[in-house]
Every structure is written in C-alpha cells, then in structure tokens.
Antibody
Framework: QVQLQESGPGLVKPSETLSLTCTVS????????WSWIRQPPGKGLEWIGY???????NYNPSLQSRVTISVDTSKNQFSLKLSSVTAADTAMYYC????????????WGQGTLVTVSS | DIQMTQSPSTLSASVGDRVTITCRAS??????LAWYQQKPGKAPKLLIY???SLESGVPSRFSGSGSGTEFTLTISSLQPDDFATYYC????????FGGGTKVEIK
C-alpha cells in the first residue's frame, strides 16, 4: 500500500521560503507524477504543481514564479519550495500521486498545516 | 485557465436519498474530470476518474457521468458515511478544482 508523508516546518515568517518534503513508502517514485496541493483553512483545493521522476515539472501559472518542486529518487522523496510567502499562503499542504493516464490523484498524504506569521 | 463551478454549494439530504451534484467547466474538458470526497481533517479521497470510471474500492452507489462541460456525481442511496464535502477536478489543462459541495444531514 502506497503511503505519502509530508514533513517540514509548521510556521514560516512572511517573505521567507516555505520548504516541505514528501516521503513515499510502499511503492516506487518511478513512473508516476507527484504533486503538491494546498487548501487554505475552510476553503477549496489548489493544485500547486507536479514533478515526474525524471525531473520534468509543471506548475500552476498563478504560483509559477515562486514555486520549485524537486525529486530525489534515491530517497523516494520529492520536495516543495515556495518563496516570498505571505499570510495568503497559510494552508494545509498535501502531497499526492497521479499516473500517466491523467493528472488525477489516487494517493494523498495526510497533509501538513503551514502557517505564515511573524 | 479552466474554471470549475459546482452546484449546489450545500445540499441537505437524508439517509437513503438519491443525491446529484453538478460540475460545469468554463470550456470543454472532454472526460478529463475526477471527483473526490473529503471529510473534516482528512485528505480528499478519489471516487471517480475520467468522468465515469469508479476508483477501486469505492462503493457502487457512487457514479459519475458527463462530458464536455457538464458533469454529475450521483449517490444512488445516501449512507451515513457519505456526509462530507465533494470536489470535482479537471485535468485537461493544469488542474483546477470546483469550489466544493457540502452534503449535510437534513
């Protein structure tokens, strides 16, 4: 059974960089797409971007200038960096898997809440 | 970008009711649509992909239909475990989600 687990700081200061890592267990990171999705408290879902195991990426245009997603296949991990954060970036951040048949998400992490505050 | 509009935003229903949720896309997305169920404090769970394909392990009372710009999620007989928020997601372009439909107890 594939499991995803997010990790990283729960509190980030405004203007700094948010950094999260997702560790994949119970399966290989190879041959899948790996996404970050966020959900502000009480609001809907926003796809941030994905990375393929080869390192190719695709980002939400609204966040593209601030987002970097990277992958470490040796550790079965992928990571998110979001720069110049503001309070609007406060959200639950999820990592999720999608396959080659379409960017829909069949496995999700439990999520990690990141608060942007000084 | 492709906008997804769900209706209603809230739905009150009783156990055993047939429930239908609608999702409209701002442009044609063929059948590149998925449906998710989310319960408070939990990650979304995939129910339907490619508009009408039932994810493995999801009860058959859930079904999806539609293509182009209009899609529906139907729960044939609402069960106590089904009270949750439901989201549609298009993945023709970069992914976007609908605003959600909360199914609450009547």
């Amino acid at each position: 059974q594939v499991q995803l687990q997010e990790s990283g700081p729960g509190l980030v200061k405004p203007s700094e960089t948010l950094s999260l890592t997702c560790t994949v267990s119970g399966g290989s990171i190879i041959s899948y797409y790996w996404s970050w999705i966020r959900q502000p408290p009480g609001k809907g879902l926003e796809w941030i971007g994905y990375i393929y195991h080869s390192g190719s990426t695709n980002y939400n245009p609204s966040l593209q200038s601030r987002v970097t997603i990277s992958v470490d296949t040796s550790k079965n991990q992928f990571s998110l960096k979001l720069s110049s954060v503001t309070a609007a970036d406060t959200a639950m951040y999820y990592c999720a898997r999608s396959g080659v048949n379409g960017n829909y998400f069949d496995y999700w992490g439990q999520g990690t809440l990141v608060t942007v505050s000084s | 970008d492709i906008q997804m509009t769900q209706s209603p935003s809230t739905l009150s229903a009783s156990v055993g009711d047939r429930v239908t949720i609608t999702c409209r896309a701002s442009q044609s997305i063929s059948n590149w649509l998925a449906w998710y169920q989310q319960k408070p404090g939990k990650a979304p769970k995939l129910l339907i992909y490619k508009a009408s394909s039932l994810e493995s392990g999801v009860p058959s009372r859930f079904s999806g239909s539609g293509s182009g710009t209009e899609f529906t999620l139907t729960i044939s007989s609402l069960q106590p475990d089904d009270f949750a928020t439901y989201y549609c997601q298009q993945f023709r372009g970069y992914s976007t989600f609908g605003g959600g439909t909360k199914v609450e107890i009547k």
